[in-house]
C-alpha cells in the first residue's frame, strides 16, 4: 500500500466555449498509451474569470495548461516569462508552469512547421499564405524564423495582410509582402508552399478558397489549417494535380506533442493522437 501514487499530474486547456475541442480526448488518449498518471482538464473559462484560473492552476501545482479563444493574448499579463515566438506573434496558447513561474509559447505555428518539415524545408522557399488572422499569423512568424525567404500574406483586408507582412519583416530576415484579396489567386511561378490559413472549409468539405486551380502545378506543397475535415476541397484538388498535400490534422495533433513536451519532458505517441482525432471526426480510414 505504501509506494501506491494516487496523485495524478494535472494539465489541462482553459476557454469558452469548450465543449466541442477535441484535444482533451486526444492528449488524454496519449497519456494513457504512454502509461502516465496524467490528466487533462477541458475547462470553461470565461474572459472576466482569467486571472482566478491562471492562479487555480498555480494553487492546485498543474504542470501546465493550453489557452484558447478569447485567452490567447489576455493570459501574457499573468506570465513570467513568453518565448520568442510567442512574444513576435503576440499570442499564447500554450502555457508551462515550473516551479510556479508561468511560461508562455505559442504552438499554433510551431505545431504547422513540425507538419511541414515531415515533407520539405521551408528554409529558403518562397510561402503564399492565404488569410491573415491567428493561424495565418504565427504560421508566417515560424516560416520567417525557420529561414523561409519570402512569403506573400493575402487577405481580403489587406491591412491585416500587411501588419503580419510587417512583422516577420520587422523580425526575421525573411521578406515579405501583403496582397489583397480580390478574386481567385494565382499561385506565382516560383512559389514554393501555398498554406490556406483562413477558416474557410472548416465543417464545410465543399468550400474552396478563390484559388486559380490551374496554378496548382505537381511539386508544389499545399497545406491547410483545416483540421475538420481534414481532406478539404482545396487539398482534394492540389493533390488531384500532383502537389503535395499536408492537413491541419497534423498540425493540431503536433500542437499537443509540443504541448506535452514542454509541460512533461515527454514525447507522445502522434499515431494515437491522430487515430483518436480521425475516429472523433470520422475520417474514413
Ligand atoms: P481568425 O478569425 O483570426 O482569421 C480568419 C481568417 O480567415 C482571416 O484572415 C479572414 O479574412 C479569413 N477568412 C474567413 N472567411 C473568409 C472568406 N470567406 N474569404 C476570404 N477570407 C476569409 O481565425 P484563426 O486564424 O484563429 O483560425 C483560422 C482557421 O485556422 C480556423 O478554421 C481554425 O480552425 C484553424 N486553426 C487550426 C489549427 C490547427 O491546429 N489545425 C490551429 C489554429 C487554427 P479577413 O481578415 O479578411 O476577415
Not at 178 to 196: H, S, Y
Not at 244 to 268: A, F, P, R, S, Y
Request: net charge negative.
Amino acid at each position: 500500500m505504501g509506494d501506491r501514487n494516487f496523485r495524478s499530474i494535472l494539465t489541462g486547456s482553459f476557454s469558452t466555449p469548450c465543449a466541442d475541442n477535441p484535444t482533451v480526448a486526444m492528449v488524454e488518449a496519449a497519456y494513457r498509451h504512454a502509461g502516465l498518471d496524467a490528466r487533462y482538464i477541458n475547462c470553461d473559462v470565461k474572459a472576466e474569470h482569467l486571472a482566478q484560473a491562471v492562479a487555480g492552476a498555480v494553487a492546485m501545482e498543474w504542470v501546465g495548461f493550453n489557452c484558447s479563444l478569447p485567452h490567447k493574448v489576455a493570459v501574457i499579463e499573468y506570465l513570467d516569462e513568453v518565448a520568442d515566438s510567442a512574444r513576435i506573434i503576440g499570442a499564447v496558447n500554450c502555457v508551462s508552469i515550473r516551479d510556479g513561474r508561468l511560461v508562455g509559447d505559442n504552438t499554433d505555428g510551431k505545431g504547422f512547421l513540425a507538419s511541414l518539415k515531415g515533407v520539405t524545408d521551408p528554409s529558403g522557399r518562397k510561402v503564399v499564405v492565404l488569410g491573415a488572422g491567428g493561424a495565418a499569423r504565427a504560421i508566417a512568424v515560424e516560416l520567417g524564423l525557420a529561414g523561409a525567404a519570402h512569403l506573400t500574406i493575402v487577405n481580403r483586408d489587406v491591412a491585416r495582410a500587411e501588419n503580419v507582412a510587417a512583422l516577420v519583416r520587422d523580425n526575421t530576415p525573411c521578406a515579405a509582402e501583403a496582397m489583397a484579396w480580390t478574386g481567385p489567386v494565382a499561385v506565382p511561378e516560383g512559389a514554393d508552399i501555398l498554406i490556406n490559413a483562413t477558416s474557410i472549409g472548416l465543417g464545410d468539405g465543399n468550400a474552396l478558397p478563390p484559388v486559380n486551380l490551374d496554378t496548382l502545378r505537381s511539386g508544389l506543397v499545399v497545406a491547410d489549417v483545416i483540421p475538420n475535415p481534414p481532406m478539404t476541397h482545396l487539398l482534394r484538388t492540389a493533390k488531384a494535380r500532383g502537389c503535395t498535400v499536408l492537413d491541419g490534422l497534423g498540425m493540431l495533433v503536433n500542437q499537443g506533442v509540443i504541448g506535452v513536451e514542454l509541460w512533461l519532458g515527454k514525447k507522445l505517441d502522434a499515431g494515437v493522437m491522430q487515430r483518436t482525432l480521425q475516429e472523433i471526426f470520422e475520417v474514413p480510414a
